[in-house]
C-alpha cells in the first residue's frame, strides 16, 4: 500500500484551495467523517475546480467520466469543521488527465483523493482537443523539488 | 396540502441565518437539487443552528431525535449555487419543540421545513427542564402580524 | 404534531409492498438509521412501486415532483437488517395524488411517509388525465372502517 | 491508470457474493449511477460481508478503519436494478488486510474496488491476532492461474 508521496501533504503543491462544508449525514458511528463522504467532499472539491477554471467550457459539450479513483485516509475529519480541498492537474494523457487533491482539516492533510478522468469512447476519438489540453496545463500541480 | 404559512417566506422572521454549500451529489436526473438532499441540507442547518446557539450544551447530556419532519418544496435548487437557510425555534411543548426553517437560494424561498424535536423517552420523564426551555425561548421565530 | 392514523400501521392498508436493503451509511452517531436515510428509503421504496405500478408509463412524459413530504418516526431502525416498505396511494385531487408509505422493520412500524406529487405546471394546465386517474385509482390504500 | 487484473472480472474469484439494491439517489445527472454511489455500495458490500463471515467477531472490539480505497469504474451502472458485489481477501499485512471487491449489473463487471483496512494504531501495536488472521485466509480470493 504506498502511501502519498510528501509534496501532496502541502497546500503550496496546488494551484487552487478552496473551503467545503461539511455535514451532520458525513459522520459514520464513531463520530467521525464516513470515508465515503471522504469521496463526496472530493467530487465536490473537483466539480467547484472545474468550474473556477473553467474546464468544462474549454471541453464544449464532450462527455468525460470518472475511470479510477484513489483515496489515501491520512487522519480522522471532524464535523461540524469545514474542510479546505487544494486541487490541481496531474498527468495529462491521449483521452485522460487527473485531477490531483488534497482535504485539510485544521491545517492538517486528512486524506488525498488521485482521479482519472476520460473523456468519453465516442467524443474522444482523436484524443484531447489540444486547447483543452492547453487549459488543463494551466493548472498543473507543483511537484516538490520541479520547482 | 396546506401550504407553509406567508411570513415563513421571509428571511425576517427568523432569528439565524447562514450559508449552506450544495453538493454535485445533490443533482438529481433533471440536474436540480433532489428532495432528499434538502432534507440532509436542512439536518445540517438545523445541527449547525443548535451548536451556534448552545442549545445541545444547555441540554446537557439530554439525548434528543426528530420525531417529524415536514419539507415543503417551493422552487427548484440549482448546484453549485450555495443556499441560505434561515433558522428558528417554533412551538415549545412539554418534551418537544419545533425547529423552523427555510431554505433561500438567489434571494428566493425554495422550501420550508418544519422538525419537531422529542426528548428521549428515558431522559425525558419530567418534561424539558426550565434552563433549556429558556435557552429554546430566546430563539423563537417571528411570526407576522404578531410582533 | 398530530401522529399517523391507527390504520397505516398495519401493512394489510396497502396495495404493495417490498424490502428495501438499509445502507452501512444510512446510520448516525447513535448507530441508529439517521432520519435523513429514512427519507432516502422512502424515495427509493415510492420509484420502485412507481416502476412496479407502471405509474410513470401511464403518465407519458409528462413531469411530476415532490410538492411536499412529511415524515413521521415511530422507533428506531438498525443496519444490516433490511426494511419493508408497504406502499399505496392517497387522496387524488386536480393536479396532484399523494403516495403514502409505511416502513416496518423485524415486523414493527418504524415511520410513516406521506408525499404529495403534482404534476408540472406546464404539463398539468388541464389536470390530470382521465387514463393516468384511473390507474392511480386502481392502487389506493384501504383505510381502516372503510373496507 | 493500470486497470484492474483480468481475474477480478470473473464471479468465480470470489468466496462470497450478494445481491445490492441501488438506490433512486445513486443516480446522478445523466441517469447513470455515480461514481460516490458506487462508493457507498461497495461500503455496504464490505461490511454485510464483513458481517457474514463474522470477521468483527474474531476481531473483538479491537477498532479498524479503512486507510486507502481505489475503484476503477468499468461501465456504466443503472437504476433501479440491483447489482451484485463478489467479495474476498487480499494481501494479509502485519496491521492490515485488503478486502477485494467486483461489482456486476446484469452479469457484466462495472466496478472493482480494492480497500486496505487498518487495525488502530493502538489496538494493534503487536499485529493481527493469529486467531483473526486465520479467520481472514479462509476467506481469500482466488487468483487466476495460481490456484
Given at each position: 500500500m504506498p502511501r502519498p508521496a510528501?509534496?501532496?501533504?502541502?497546500?503550496?503543491?496546488?494551484p487552487h484551495s478552496q473551503p467545503i462544508q461539511t455535514r451532520f449525514?458525513?459522520?459514520?458511528v464513531l463520530g467521525h467523517l464516513n470515508n465515503v463522504a471522504f469521496a463526496a467532499l472530493f467530487e465536490t472539491g473537483r466539480t467547484k475546480f472545474n468550474h473556477h477554471a473553467g474546464l468544462w467550457g474549454a471541453l464544449l459539450n464532450r462527455r468525460a467520466v470518472v475511470a479510477q479513483m484513489e483515496i489515501n485516509y491520512l487522519a480522522e475529519g471532524q464535523y461540524p469543521d469545514d474542510v479546505k480541498i487544494a486541487t490541481g492537474i496531474g498527468e495529462i494523457g491521449n483521452r485522460s488527465w487527473q485531477i490531483l487533491a488534497t482535504m485539510f482539516q485544521g491545517g492538517q492533510p486528512i486524506a488525498t483523493c488521485d482521479a482519472t478522468v476520460v473523456m468519453d469512447k465516442d467524443a474522444g476519438g482523436n484524443g484531447l482537443p489540444d486547447a483543452f489540453r492547453a487549459e488543463l496545463a494551466k493548472w498543473r500541480v507543483r511537484e516538490g523539488g520541479e520547482a
Amino acid at each position: 500500500m504506498p502511501r502519498p508521496a510528501p509534496w501532496r501533504l502541502s497546500p503550496d503543491a496546488y494551484p487552487h484551495s478552496q473551503p467545503i462544508q461539511t455535514r451532520f449525514g458525513d459522520m459514520d458511528v464513531l463520530g467521525h467523517l464516513n470515508n465515503v463522504a471522504f469521496a463526496a467532499l472530493f467530487e465536490t472539491g473537483r466539480t467547484k475546480f472545474n468550474h473556477h477554471a473553467g474546464l468544462w467550457g474549454a471541453l464544449l459539450n464532450r462527455r468525460a467520466v470518472v475511470a479510477q479513483m484513489e483515496i489515501n485516509y491520512l487522519a480522522e475529519g471532524q464535523y461540524p469543521d469545514d474542510v479546505k480541498i487544494a486541487t490541481g492537474i496531474g498527468e495529462i494523457g491521449n483521452r485522460s488527465w487527473q485531477i490531483l487533491a488534497t482535504m485539510f482539516q485544521g491545517g492538517q492533510p486528512i486524506a488525498t483523493c488521485d482521479a482519472t478522468v476520460v473523456m468519453d469512447k465516442d467524443a474522444g476519438g482523436n484524443g484531447l482537443p489540444d486547447a483543452f489540453r492547453a487549459e488543463l496545463a494551466k493548472w498543473r500541480v507543483r511537484e516538490g523539488g520541479e520547482a
